[in-house]
């Protein structure tokens, strides 16, 4: 009997042929961060940031003076103080001694590699998280703080539908709050002349 590949394959217990793997790990989940990449980036040391916020006057277009004239306007004016709560988030990673030791394809056993990976998921997870509109949540020892997402944040320049209101930050709690009803919107669609 010739000795053919086919003969090889089908030897017990996967076959007589040695496997030919690339050890590569090819991401298939390459995902862009542009929110937070674009945001800018610092540390604290509290479950609580605060930061003041100041917002311009709307322009005026009757308040010339006399020239040498003594003002009797005061148009000085202090930001609000506003303040978010951390969000701890966690990815679980369980790796024998066996499987960081042997050797896998790509790494992929390592604990390192599984690290890693759990690392950019976590990235990702923030990027997510920080898009919503979720209200911030003050920790506590049986409620895990919550970060206000950028909706919640947000309270002019948005456009939320004749009945909808919006959130931002609740001076009497300390906390930024969602948009309380979402709003109905209508859909018009405006369809040209056949081409």
């Known amino acids: 009997m010739a000795v053919t590949s086919a003969v090889l394959n089908a030897a017990l217990y996967g076959g007589l042929i040695n496997e030919d793997v690339m050890q590569q790990v090819w991401d298939l ?18 479950p609580r940031v605060e930061f003041n916020q100041d917002v311009l006057a709307d322009p005026l277009t009757n308040n010339a003076v006399i020239d040498g004239a003594e ?24 790796v024998t001694e066996q499987a960081d030791v042997v050797s896998s394809v790509g790494g992929q056993g390592k604990l390192s590699y599984q690290v ?12 997510a998280q920080m898009l919503t509109h979720q209200a911030s949540v003050a920790g506590t020892d049986a409620a895990a703080g919550i970060s206000a997402g950028i909706g919640a944040q947000l309270k002019t320049n948005v456009s939320v539908g004749a009945t909808g209101a919006v959130g931002g930050f609740n001076t009497s709690t300390g906390l930024f709050v969602a948009f309380l009803t979402p709003g109905i919107r209508k859909l018009i669609a405006a369809w040209g002349a056949p081409r």
Not at 29 to 46: C, E, K, M, V, Y
Not at 120 to 127: N, S
């Open 29 to 46: 989940s390459n995902i862009p961060l542009p929110f937070t990449d674009a945001i800018s980036t610092g540390r604290h040391t509290n």
């Open 71 to 94: 003002s009797s306007k005061d148009n000085t004016a202090v930001g609000t103080r506003v303040g978010n709560f951390t969000q701890i988030s966690t990815k679980e990673v369980k």
């Open 116 to 127: 890693a990976r759990r690392q950019i998921e976590l990235r990702r997870d923030v990027e």
